[in-house]
């Protein structure tokens, strides 16, 4: 069972991954027109759909970090608790 939760981890680092690069795209003005920036852009809205506006400030960069920082940590958090959990007793 050892590989099943070091899979579950590894599929929420990237997800997370994916936000931090567009955390670091947007906040680094990257080119919007842009292929590969554009698809990060897709997916890190997908990824945080439910948590964009939770809340709201007036300073783009807190903005940004809140928008899609805090999905990136409760993925991470999650997959470890639901990993360490359900697998320990195996």
């Not at 960069?61 to 928008?67: A, P």
């Amino acid at each position: 069972m050892r590989g099943i939760d070091s899979v579950i981890r590894t599929v929420a680092h990237v997800l997370a991954g994916i936000l931090i690069v567009w955390i670091l795209m947007d906040l680094l003005d990257a080119n919007r027109g842009n292929t590969v920036v554009g698809w990060f852009h897709s997916a890190a809205d997908w990824l945080a759909g439910w948590s964009i506006g939770l809340f709201d400030v007036s300073a783009h960069t807190l903005q940004v970090l809140l928008d899609y920082g805090i999905p990136a940590v409760v993925y991470v958090v999650i997959a470890n608790v639901v990993a360490g959990r359900a697998f320990a007793r195996a």
